[in-house]
């Protein structure tokens, strides 16, 4: 809980505005209904793209209490074709390749590893994503040599990410379970 900007009380809310240091914190009670009007638009967007319970909506890390990052998340989400994924896989390379991870004792995750997500794609169905969002600059070598064991992932670097504050996106890809629609040029 963090202190609102309405009424100076530390209370469940959201954070609204664009930048980790520059958005405000509003309770639940002082939120605008414009901004409640946001909060719900962004849930119904969610419909499809993430799990809901009878609480609502999971938000990953971030997005759970940024509401830019619900909206930088979803148009990432929609860019891609994908749907959140789960897996007890810890690092979600066997889910990604087989679909399933039968071991559940898997190989400790790489530096690289941080506001980590796992994603399918809404055409398939099927693993298609380990997205990773570092607070630091990334080697692409570093990412091919682990996952030179699976022949089926690739991987991407740059910039992009959702979670905003720095980071740099780290994507691990089954090209064979993607969409058609936004596999990248060979």
Same mark, same amino acid.
């Given at each position: 809980?963090?202190?609102?900007?309405? %009424?100076?009380?530390?209370?469940?809310?959201?954070?609204?505005?664009?930048?980790?240091?520059?958005?405000? /914190?509003?309770?639940?009670?002082?939120?605008?209904?414009?901004?409640?009007?946001?909060?719900? &638009?962004? #849930?119904?967007?969610?419909?499809? !793209?993430?799990?809901?319970?009878?609480?609502? !909506?999971?938000?990953?890390?971030?997005?759970?209490?940024? $509401?830019?990052?619900?909206?930088?998340?979803?148009?990432?989400?929609?860019?891609?074709?994908?749907?959140?994924?789960?897996?007890? %896989?810890? &690092?979600?390379?066997?889910?990604?390749?087989?679909?399933?991870?039968?071991?559940?004792?898997?190989?400790?995750?790489?530096?690289?590893?941080?506001?980590?997500?796992? /994603?399918? &794609?809404?055409?398939?169905?099927?693993?298609?994503? $380990?997205?990773?969002?570092?607070?630091?600059? $990334? #080697?692409?070598?570093?990412? /091919? #040599?682990?996952?030179?064991?699976?022949? &089926?992932?690739?991987?991407? !670097?740059?910039?992009?990410? /959702?979670?905003?504050?720095?980071?740099?996106? !780290?994507?691990?890809?089954?090209?064979?379970?993607?969409?058609?629609? $936004?596999?990248?040029?060979?």
């Amino acid at each position: 809980m963090y202190d609102c900007e309405g %009424c100076g009380r530390s209370r469940q809310g959201l954070f609204f505005g664009s930048g980790i240091g520059q958005a405000e /914190w509003w309770c639940w009670r002082c939120q605008s209904t414009d901004q409640k009007e946001l909060i719900s &638009s962004l #849930d119904d967007h969610a419909r499809g !793209v993430l799990n809901r319970d009878a609480d609502g !909506v999971h938000w990953p890390y971030g997005p759970n209490i940024y $509401v830019q990052m619900r909206a930088d998340l979803l148009d990432w989400a929609d860019r891609h074709d994908l749907k959140s994924g789960n897996t007890g %896989c810890s &690092s979600g390379l066997h889910w990604l390749d087989r679909g399933r991870c039968a071991k559940r004792e898997c190989q400790g995750r790489p530096g690289f590893y941080d506001h980590t997500t796992t /994603w399918l &794609s809404r055409t398939t169905g099927r693993p298609a994503l $380990v997205f990773n969002q570092p607070y630091r600059q $990334v #080697d692409p070598a570093e990412v /091919w #040599d682990y996952i030179s064991e699976y022949p &089926s992932l690739t991987a991407e !670097v740059g910039p992009e990410s /959702w979670y905003g504050a720095g980071t740099s996106g !780290v994507y691990i890809w089954n090209d064979g379970n993607r969409s058609v629609a $936004v596999r990248p040029p060979r």
